[in-house]
């Protein structure tokens, strides 16, 4: 799942290099410390319509058949359309042809996810914040879909996305302990391919996998508040903030530990 994400200019020589993007539109989207899709914010995403360009388009899939505003606020209210299971992609009637036809690379610096653990003295399983990145902390893609619709009672063009989500890699599985599931992370060597729409449904199929573990890294953060992210909106909200419960199971390999503070 991933449902909340952070969008910053850090290093993008990767995507530059194998022909992503380019420097100068980097400069095209705003930046956030952390994003909640729920409130279907306007987010920087790639198109195989326009590729190298980035675009800004809600985050929150909407079909193309819906005919207005006020059908497609409704729409988002019956389903949660932030994610697409990488899966059922091709067999959903929801997503299969924006599957085929209209793929998309949304532009990420990090993500966050809570790894859920029963405590003792607690009914409920408290749960653990984590932010999410790579581990050369350069910016990369998500891989996604996506379709627009025209208001018919205004002329307005609405475009919107699904991250496509994946079953979870080793460090993920510790982290998103309740789902296993983690965001479709593209390879950059990979995401001209995955916008080209010469590319077979098998080798889009291929490509839809856990991320390598080896390229990721992972810290606990500061516990969030989902109701106050205005006032999160900073780079405080990414630092390491130490859970001594969690060290157990925490792999320094994989995780970003300040193992004195942990004691």
């Known amino acids: 799942m991933c449902f909340y994400y952070a969008i910053v200019k850090t290093n993008a020589a990767s995507l530059i290099k194998n022909r992503v993007t380019d420097a100068t539109q980097l400069e095209m989207f705003q930046e956030y410390h952390?994003?909640?899709?729920f409130g279907h914010p306007v987010m920087p995403v790639i198109t195989g319509e326009k590729p190298g360009i980035v675009q800004c388009f809600h985050w929150?899939?909407?079909?193309?058949?819906?005919?207005?505003?006020?059908?497609?606020?409704?729409?988002?209210?019956?389903?949660?359309?932030?994610?697409?299971?990488?899966?059922?992609?091709?067999?959903?009637r929801l997503y299969s042809e924006a599957a085929i036809k209209r793929r998309c690379l949304v532009l990420c610096s990090g993500?966050?996810?809570?790894?859920?653990?029963?405590?003792?003295?607690?009914?409920?399983?408290?749960?653990?914040p984590f932010y999410i990145t790579l581990r050369n902390d350069e910016l990369f893609v998500f891989g996604g879909v996506w379709d627009s619709f025209t208001d018919k009672e205004t002329g307005e063009v609405y475009n919107t996305y699904s991250?496509?989500?994946t079953e979870a890699n080793p460090l993920m599985a510790v982290v998103h302990n309740s789902k296993n599931r983690m965001p479709l992370i593209i390879d950059p060597a990979d995401a001209t391919k995955w916008l080209d729409p010469n590319t077979s449904e098998n080798e889009i199929t291929a490509l839809i996998k856990p991320f390598d573990t080896k390229k990721m890294r992972a810290n606990p953060i500061r516990k969030i508040n989902p109701f106050m992210l205005d006032k999160s909106n900073t780079p405080e909200v990414t630092a390491y903030y130490p859970y001594p419960e969690l060290i157990e199971i925490l792999d320094p390999e994989m995780f970003y530990l300040n193992l004195a503070d942990e004691r």
Do not use: C, D, M
């Open 163 to 165: 991250i496509i989500t």
């Open 111 to 128: 993500f966050f996810e809570w790894r859920h653990q029963n405590v003792k003295g607690k009914s409920k399983p408290e749960k653990y």
């Open 34 to 37: 952390i994003v909640s899709g």
């Open 60 to 92: 929150g899939y909407i079909p193309g058949r819906t005919r207005n505003r006020e059908q497609a606020e409704q729409f988002l209210k019956s389903y949660n359309t932030l994610n697409a299971k990488g899966e059922t992609l091709f067999s959903s």
